[in-house]
């Protein structure tokens, strides 16, 4: 004989008295930054150095960064996906980092490393808000 056992489903509790809007603000200006603000240290930091590790294997690779007057829908996507990196797309802009038109095919693998950084330091920052929330459970 089988017996089903259901628990009550609790919502998750708030984990902090900072406003979210800042965690999520945070998190997207420094990788990390809105779980180091939750004290989710472990999580804070590999989310650090993975996407600064990803941001900076681009640039070696001589990725490109778009700017904002792009006229191509893939080169404003692009621009999106730059504009997730927060303050490494503002540094990368001000010292002038992969703006140059590099033709080696190693250049598009850098351009989509940066790419690909930046929508990952989306997701946290949505990630730290929701657990700032109460929406998701550690």
């Known amino acids: ?8 489903a609790r919502p998750a509790q708030k984990i902090t008295s900072l406003p979210p809007a800042l965690i999520l603000i945070a998190g997207w200006l420094i990788p990390g930054a809105g779980h ?8 804070g930091t590999l989310l650090l150095i993975s996407i600064l590790a990803m941001f900076f294997i681009g640039i ?15 080169d404003m996507l692009n621009f999106a996906g730059d504009l997730g990196n927060g303050l490494l797309y503002v540094a990368a802009r001000v010292f002038d980092l992969g ?17 690909v950084a930046g ?18 459970a550690s």
């Open 99 to 115: 703006q140059a038109a590099e033709q080696i095919a190693i250049a598009d693998y850098g351009t989509k490393f940066i790419v």
């Open 119 to 136: 929508l990952l330091n989306i997701i946290s920052a949505v990630d730290a808000h929701s657990l700032a929330i109460g929406r998701k």
């Open 36 to 43: 180091f603000l939750l004290k989710k240290w472990i999580r």
């Open 60 to 74: 070696a690779l001589k990725g490109k960064v778009y700017g904002p007057n792009t006229a191509e829908l893939l």
């Open 1 to 8: 004989m089988t017996t089903n056992v259901q628990g009550q």
